[in-house]
């Protein structure tokens, strides 16, 4: 008896295949792996509507018969009959994407130039129905000399057409309108096909798939992505700025009012140089975090937020991880809390905790007070030409640099602590909407309420906890009251460890409550400051941007910005990833290689900067 005859599935990546495999061979599945390299081979039985068993092989997803993936380099020789010890396949099944016609019409046609015996399944037609396509398979068939069948892999809808199709299939001469092009003429050849078969489109939908085309162009969507991020922070400088000095004025003016009518003493004292200056501090930040949210939550709703989680994909692929933790990653920048409790959508073990393990890194909301001040007292207000703030791009900088040094890790944790190969990703792209105001109004109150609710709680009572610290005990005349306090003492010990690279006693000292929530850092620094100022009673209380401008030199402040983007500065992140990965041994793990990460950065960030005279 000669054995069954061959039937293999091809087609670009998430055109449905294993559905259709599945749909097709049921549980009469073998899986195994291709001889000598790491891709799955699936093979299964399908008995055709004429009684006759064929043996089926889903092939990995291509998008063209030069490889350039191990997963195309096995899907291109199956075919040709080129793999060691597989026969090639009698009969092809092209399957292709209805709501993406044009795309995958371009590989079709280099398989159907093959001249083997084929059909195509042209899958997804719900999906296209939803975006309002109607297709003509018989214009297809047409252009492609193969019966074209409709299915709906999911829901099995035109199964036993294709079956049909299949027992019928015989080698064919293809047509002159099939071999012999370049790639270049394909596209232009599945554009017009793809016309030529769509017989009604909605507006919107051409609309939407135009913006798809140039938003995920491989080349154009990155730079796409990179500019608008950019101008994200661009804005949350340039537009924040007179809200941020109205609420600034408001804090200086609650200061002096309280002041005045006080009787001078140490409760006066904790309520001005403690709380409001501390708390107030932090509170002048809120345009800015509204600012990042409105642009964060715009971007979600419109859809586009997903297509940058796939634009990302083959980026993460690099570093070892799938586009499943971009999610994650990405929630991590308003904190890295929620974005670590996201990633329990991971099914890969490895892949979660590679994920959790660089979570800090992404720049949570909570640094922003730290860099804004600091960035507004050190870096000039200036134009870098073509109206780009100096200010913004510095900032900019900081979230690329934590953005960088996570996929570093990643890329170093993949090769040794999380060793293991990338998972694959699979993610529905959803239409693009015009963002709801209302929605986005809700989600910004939210996000405000967060933040205050953070600086009336626990910035509030790291600020008094503090400000008792620095009082007590009480200096004696002539000495100053931040040397003898017992926060200073702390900090004095812990100075000596943070001397090396560059951090001064205010700094060390900032660094410690900092570990309850980043933006005490600012709060820490407006206190010990008006704790100092108040010593002295010719110089009034100054604001903390000049007096940072007079105690610190300009490498100084941007090792502090360099440690504050590593730096695992958050007793809460640790907390939930012990909880998340059961044990101590993960977050000290991590602690430990953050730390020693942060310690680097700031050292190398001060000493470069000392040596270029800055
Ligand atoms: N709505 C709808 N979804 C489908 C259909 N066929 C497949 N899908 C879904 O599309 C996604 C991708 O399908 P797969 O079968 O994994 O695609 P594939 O071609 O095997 O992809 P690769 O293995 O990556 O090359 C899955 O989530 C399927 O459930 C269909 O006809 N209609
Ligand atoms: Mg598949």
């Not at 549980?27 to 699936?42: F, L, M, W």
């Not at 009034?540 to 300009?554: C, M, N, V």
């Not at 290689?593 to 942060?598: D, Q, T, V």
Request: proline letters at 6%; charged letters at 15%.
């Amino acid at each position: 008896m000669s054995r069954p005859r061959k039937v293999a599935l091809v087609g670009n990546p998430n055109a449905g295949k294993s559905a259709l495999f599945n749909a097709l061979t049921g549980a009469r599945q073998k899986i195994a792996n291709y001889p000598g390299v790491t891709v799955e081979r699936k093979s299964g039985r399908f008995i055709l509507p004429t009684g006759e068993p064929v043996e089926m092989t889903d092939l990995p997803g291509a998008y063209g018969l030069d490889p350039t993936s191990p997963d195309e380099e096995v899907t291109s020789k199956v075919i040709s009959g080129r793999f060691p010890g597989e026969a090639a396949p009698d009969v092809l099944v092209v399957v292709l994407d209805a709501s993406n016609l044009e795309q995958h019409l371009v590989f079709a046609q280099e398989v159907l130039a093959l001249g083997k015996p084929a059909v195509v399944a042209l899958n997804m037609v719900d999906l296209a129905e939803r975006d309002g396509l109607t297709l003509d398979p018989g214009v297809l068939e047409e252009e492609l000399g193969v019966r074209v069948v409709p299915t709906v892999a999911v829901r099995r809808r035109g199964l036993s057409e294709l079956g049909e199709a299949i027992a019928a299939a015989e080698a064919r001469h293809p047509g002159p309108g099939l071999t012999n092009l370049k790639p270049t003429e394909r596209r232009v050849a599945a554009h017009a096909m793809a016309d030529a078969a769509i017989l009604s489109e909605s507006k919107r939908h051409r609309l939407h798939a135009r913006l798809d085309r140039v938003l995920l162009n491989p080349w154009l969507g990155p730079v796409i992505l990179l500019v608008l991020l950019f101008v994200v922070f661009q804005a949350v400088f340039a537009w924040a700025t007179p809200f941020a000095d109205a609420l600034d004025a408001g804090v200086g003016w609650l200061h002096d009012g309280v002041k005045a009518v006080m009787p001078a003493g140490l409760v006066r004292d904790l309520i001005t140089d403690g709380i409001i200056a501390g708390v107030g501090a932090v509170v002048v930040f809120l345009p800015q975090i509204v600012i990042l949210f409105a642009f964060i939550l715009a971007m979600e709703a419109s859809g586009y937020m997903a297509r940058a989680a796939f634009l990302m994909d083959r980026l993460m692929a690099h570093v070892g991880l799938s586009g499943r933790s971009f999610i994650p990653l990405l929630s991590s920048f308003a904190c890295a809390i929620p974005g670590i409790m996201a990633t329990r959508s991971i099914s890969d073990p490895k892949d979660r905790l590679t994920t959790i393990l660089i979570a800090p890194m992404m720049t949570c909301s909570a640094r922003l007070p730290v860099y804004a001040v600091i960035i507004a007292a050190f870096i000039p207000n200036t134009n870098v030409g073509g109206g780009v703030g100096l200010q913004g791009l510095v900032l900019f900088a900081l979230y690329v640099a934590g953005v960088l040094g996570a996929m570093l890790v990643a890329l170093i944790l993949r090769r040794s602590v999380t060793k293991g190969a990338a998972s694959g990703f699979i993610m529905e792209l959803p239409k693009y909407q015009l963002p709801r105001l209302k929605d986005m109004a809700i989600g910004l109150w939210q996000r405000a309420w967060i933040f205050l609710r953070r600086a009336g709680t626990i910035i509030f009572t790291v600020t008094v906890v503090l400000w008792v610290l620095l009082n007590f005990p009480q200096a004696k005349p002539g000495e100053s009251q931040v040397d003898a306090s017992i926060a200073g003492k702390l900090a004095n010990g812990l100075s000596v460890v943070v001397e090396p690279i560059g951090f001064n006693r205010d700094m060390a000292l900032a660094l410690i409550p900092a570990m309850a929530a980043r933006e005490v850092a600012v709060s820490s620094l407006a206190t010990t400051y008006a704790v100092d100022a108040s010593d002295d009673d010719d110089r009034q209380a100054a604001e903390l941007g000049d007096q940072l401008k007079s105690r610190w030199t300009l490498p100084m402040a941007l090792a502090f910005l360099a440690w504050f983007v590593f730096a695992p500065q958050c007793m809460s992140t640790i907390a939930v990833t012990r909880r998340e990965t059961n044990g101590w041994k993960w977050p000290a793990f991590m602690l430990a290689y953050l730390f020693g990460l942060a310690y680097a950065a700031a050292g190398l960030t001060y000493w470069i900067a000392v040596s270029a005279g800055l």
